[in-house]
């Protein structure tokens, strides 16, 4: 049975740090699609950052610079370190796998094209 399972989420101040974890289970995440996705309330869930099959990463512009997206191959995770954080990167941070169908070098952005999702790990940035 596939699962993702996030970790990683808390509350931290502005200008801190966090690094979100992403374990996979169930089968080998290595060559798969994955991403992160954020909720906060009221709004829509955006993706905050993308890693291809063949570890191309794509990042939202709202945090670009400031985020990495990695591979850990060993422990089959991915994690997203997010620093210099701000009060609007506060939400539910969610990792998504895309299982089926996919291409090695593409990075898919819809979270429409990601089969299987993680609870979630809520982020909490105060000013």
């Known amino acids: 049975q596939v699962q993702l399972v996030e970790s990683g989420g808390g509350l931290v101040q502005a200008g801190g740090s966090l690094r979100l974890s992403c374990a996979a289970s169930g089968r080998t995440f290595s060559s798969y699609p994955m991403g992160w996705f954020r909720q906060a309330p009221g709004k829509e869930r955006e993706l905050v950052a993308a890693?291809?099959?063949?570890?191309?990463?794509y990042y939202a512009d709202s945090v670009k610079g400031r985020s990495t997206l990695s591979r850990d191959y060993a422990k089959n995770t991915v994690n997203l370190q997010m620093n210099s954080l701000k009060p609007e990167d506060t939400a539910v941070y969610y990792c998504?796998?895309?299982?089926?169908?996919?291409?090695?070098?593409?990075?898919?952005?819809?979270?429409?094209?990601?089969?299987?999702w993680g609870q979630g790990t809520q982020v909490a940035v105060s000013s």
């Open positions: 890693i291809s099959g063949s570890a191309r990463t």
């Open positions: 998504a796998a895309r299982l089926t169908s996919y291409s090695g070098s593409y990075i898919y952005t819809a979270y429409q094209e990601y089969d299987y």
